[in-house]
């Protein structure tokens, strides 16, 4: 098997055919002078194969698949692939291609795979789903839906221990030192130094990472930023606010909770495809524009999985900012961790309005 790095997406992929220092034209591709990987020459040098191979190893022949499995959910295993991750950049037929010689190569593959339509059985399988998927046999939208509409507080639609074990993974400390900003649409005047704190329980109102009651102060690491986030018009005043830290906080990075590629680490390929999509879904919720017509419901999902950050003894916790990816967002539980240190009132001079058709 000859490929190269241009057959693939996944970054892992990529550095491992890289690092063999090999270059030369793909066959499948086309791509000439190209940093390539020859199976023949190159095995002993990278785990290409190994990676690819834990990943097909996960599917099963139609013929061996549980009599129950769902017809629709049967395909080939070039479009499953495309379909069921992000590792390969090439068309079907350059997938299949790709496939077709792993599999003539391996000693351990079921050439069936090849040939008949696959499926992955645990995806079907409640006590696999139980055990593995955080949402266990449900889906997040199903999670928000219950949450929104039948029960806030108790559900069996999400499995805690395995939340647990996947939000432990993105455990981050934000060191001491660290200046983040807050502003506030303010009057001519501006707000006091001790107006720029999160507001009090009994008046706090709910947000992506607090219930109604419940304090919290939202800061942002980049101060331009703070202003694009409360939604500030062209000649509006704005108090804008710095909160350095007088401690290490910390904090849940939920802006990390999706993993680039499969290969992060030695988990249960099958495990991985089960929670990705739902972790996924739950990053870009925390990160979606809300609008001034959402209804206050839009925040429950978010806001359960704040709480169990804050029930589990974080700080807070980190997410993308809505109108800035290079900038992030920190839902602080307790604001005694930072001192507000300076503020000044400015005036909006105008606004970058974009049209983005739905």
Known sequence: MICCINCFRDTEIRAAIEMVGRRGDCPICKKANTWIYDSQKDANRT????????????????????ITYPDEEKTYIEDRLLKDW?????????????VSQIVDESLDLDTRIDKERVGIPQLFDEAYLRDHSIMGKYSWSVFKKYLR?????????????MLESVLKRTEMIIPVG???YRARVSNKKGYTRKEMWAPPDDV??????????????YLCSNR????????????????????????????????????????????DKVAYLVNESNLRQIQNDLAKPMSRLD???????????????????????KYFSTFDKT????????SSACNCTYHRNFLIGDLDYRLTAV
């Not at 900038?327 to 602080?332: E, F, G, K, R, W």
């Open 47 to 66: 785990d290409v194969e190994e990676m690819l191979n834990s990943i097909l190893d996960i599917y099963v022949p139609e013929s061996d698949l549980p």
């Open 86 to 98: 992000n590792i390969f950049s090439g068309t079907t037929g350059e997938v299949k291609q790709l």
């Open 149 to 161: 509409n039948e029960n806030r507080f108790h559900s069996k639609y999400i499995n805690l221990e």
């Open 178 to 180: 660290t200046n983040l």
């Open 204 to 217: 706090a109102s709910p947000g992506r990472a607090n219930s109604k009651g419940q304090s919290c102060l």
């Open 224 to 267: 331009k930023t703070t202003v694009k986030e409360i939604r500030a018009h062209a000649f509006d005043y704005v108090t804008i606010a710095t909160f350095k830290l007088n401690r290490d906080i910390r904090i849940l990075d939920l802006s990390s909770i999706v993993h680039s590629s499969p290969f992060y680490s030695g988990e």
């Open 295 to 317: 209804s206050e419901l839009d925040y429950l999902p978010t806001q359960y999985i704040s709480d169990f950050a804050k029930f589990l003894g974080y700080d807070g916790v």
């Open 327 to 334: 900038s992030y967002n920190v839902a602080l539980f307790d």
